[in-house]
T-cell receptor, first 111, second 113 residues
Framework: QKEVEQNSGPLSVPEGAIASLNCTYS??????FFWYRQYSGKSPELIMS????GDKEDGRFTAQLNKASQYVSLLIRDSQPSDSATYLC???????????FGSGTRLLVRP | DAGITQSPRHKVTETGTPVTLRCHQT?????MYWYRQDPGHGLRLIHY???????DKGEVSDGYSVSRSKTEDFLLTLESATSSQTSVYFC????????????FGNGTRLTVT
């Protein structure tokens, strides 16, 4: 069974701090990696995608991928209370068009 | 939400009744998916479609069937609803086969009493 693991949290950080969210995956053949944000009662919203080793930055968000160690991380700089949500890591199943999701990490940003 | 409409948004039904959820997209995307989301389990794939009349099972397909007669519509049917199928159901679409993210509809909250 291919798995994507995330710490359920909650991860609590003060406003303005860096929030670091981590995800590990079991399928060495995975090619595509995504981070989604989900507010309570809402649908998941894509915030970052990453396909190759290294860092990818988009505004306050940085995704980091290390295929050798099979982990993906998401850094949120200058965290805001509006960033409080559940963050879902999603990994492609061996270059297929199916995504496997982690159960999510709940982030709380304290004002 | 990327031109995806799910209906109904909320439904309460009784055990043993059939239920059909509808997903309609205006993006002309080839790939469509049904996920369910439950506390502690995250999003789990029920069924997916890679074209009109082309569907396949996901990891939690027992008790569910799907149909896709047109590019824009993907139906999920619970043949005989059970309380374990109480969940939030999300439809998702994607444009390409590889390296393509999913975009989600607003979800359907189904309660089976």
């Amino acid at each position: 069974q291919k798995e994507v693991e995330q710490n359920s949290g909650p991860l609590s950080v003060p406003e303005g701090a860096i929030a670091s969210l981590n995800c590990t995956y079991s399928d060495r053949g995975s090619q595509s990696f995504f981070w989604y944000r989900q507010y309570s009662g809402k649908s998941p919203e894509l915030i970052m995608s990453i396909y190759s080793n290294g860092d990818k930055e988009d505004g306050r968000f940085t995704a980091q991928l290390n295929k050798a160690s099979q982990y993906v991380s998401l850094l949120i700089r200058d965290s805001q209370p509006s960033d409080s949500a559940t963050y879902l890591c999603a990994v492609s199943e061996d270059s297929s068009y199916k995504l496997i999701f982690g159960s999510g990490t709940r982030l709380l940003v304290r004002p | 939400d990327a031109g995806i409409t799910q209906s109904p948004r909320h439904k309460v039904t009784e055990t043993g009744t059939p239920v059909t959820l509808r997903c309609h997209q205006t993006e002309n995307h080839r790939y469509m998916y049904w996920y369910r989301q439950d506390p502690g389990h995250g999003l789990r794939l029920i069924h997916y479609s890679y074209g009109v009349k082309d569907t396949d099972k996901g990891e939690v397909s027992d008790g569910y069937s799907v149909s896709r007669s047109k590019t824009e519509d993907f139906l999920l049917t619970l043949e005989s609803a059970t309380s374990s199928q109480t969940s939030v159901y999300f439809c998702a679409i994607s444009a390409r086969q590889n390296n393509s993210p999913l975009h989600f509809g607003n979800g359907t909250r189904l309660t089976v009493t």
